[in-house]
């Protein structure tokens, strides 16, 4: 009876309870509030109803705090449906490249979304993964907890497996080359970091890109030091998607590389998450240790040349 009394109570309470609001200026993006008020961008997506990153300047949007997301957890029973995957279509999406992303069969992604024909809409949330509700009265005794570890190699295994498959696949070798590094270095995702590495089963950074750029057919060197002397030097200004990015971290020379995939945003295989993941090129630490970046991807003859000499000046 206590538990439906407060269940009542947090419905009656007004919207901004829940948290504070704030007014969108020129130059926001979810990443920056997101660190700005320490919360989620997940969290702000979903206390605004926000199907995109799009934020228009003035627009009002509401910070929920985290005191209020846990009253919201211990006073609101989580439906089922809630522990379910999602994707929401994009422009250019279609039922295959969907069905691949996510590692499902065609057929299993209209069932699970009750679609008759292979028509999408730009917005329309799809399931791409049921989730069952676990077992009540379940408990993993401790000579349960090794399999855990073949179930990380499996996933592991998995992911090269769709790295494969996409690399074979025949609509993705139509792709341009650098929406193809984007493609595969994405897949790459959460893949576990470790120094030295040279698998799946643990990368450093510069290992990530030398395996990334391999998988388009360009061979880059093994450390972040030599892939620093490759291509051409640009500036901040200038990077495009597929660039490469620099940082001095625990030497005085490139020890860490990471690819440029836009809005200020890049994707490395990172010592601090211990996990391949994305940064902002705006976050203070990146900010104090970024030495440059190079261009690799579509170097015209003539700039290869002038990049070649330049480099040949400073040696002598």
């Known amino acids: 009876m206590r538990k439906i009394f407060y269940i009542f109570i947090i419905l009656l309470l007004p919207l901004t309870a829940f948290g504070e609001t704030y007014t969108i200026k020129k130059g926001d993006n979810l990443w920056k509030i997101s660190k700005k008020f320490n919360i989620p961008v997940d969290d702000i997506k979903k206390a605004n109803n926000l199907k995109m990153e799009n934020l228009q300047v003035g627009m009002t949007i509401e910070i929920p705090t ?14 089922p449906e809630a522990n379910n995957k999602y994707h929401t279509v994009k422009k250019g999406d279609n ?4 069905a691949k992303r996510y590692s499902i069969s065609i057929e299993e992604l209209k069932r699970l979304n009750n679609i008759r024909d292979n028509k999408l809409s730009v917005g329309q949330k799809l399931i791409v993964k049921k989730i069952e509700q676990p077992r009540e009265n379940l408990s993993l005794r401790a000579d349960e907890k090794v399999p855990i570890l073949a179930a990380a190699k499996l996933d592991h295994e998995t992911k090269l497996d769709e790295i494969e498959n996409l690399k074979a696949n025949e609509e993705i070798s139509n792709l341009n080359i650098t929406d193809r590094i984007l493609l595969f270095a994405k897949k790459m995702l959460h893949l576990p970091y470790r120094f030295g590495g040279n698998g799946f089963t ?17 061979e880059l060197p093994r450390s972040a030091r030599e892939q620093f002397a490759q291509g051409i030097a640009i500036s901040k200004d200038e990077l495009m998607p597929g660039d490469l990015v620099f940082f001095r971290t625990y030497a005085k020379f490139p020890s860490h590389v990471g690819i440029y995939i836009g809005d200020n945003l890049f994707i490395h295989a990172s010592s601090r998450s211990k996990k391949v993941t994305i940064d902002s090129l705006e976050a203070p630490y990146y900010v104090s240790r970024f030495i440059g970046a190079k261009r690799i991807l ?10 070649i000499k330049q480099a040949e000046e400073k040696t002598n």
């Not at 039922?95 to 969907?98: A, H, T, V």
């Open 66 to 79: 985290k005191k209020a997301k846990k009253l919201k957890e211990i006073n609101t029973v989580k439906a």
């Open 202 to 218: 643990g990368l450093d950074c510069s290992f990530f890109v030398k395996k990334v750029y391999s998988m388009v057919g360009i």
């Open 298 to 307: 579509d170097i015209d003859k003539d700039s290869l040349t002038t990049a």
């Open 95 to 98: 039922l295959y490249r969907i």
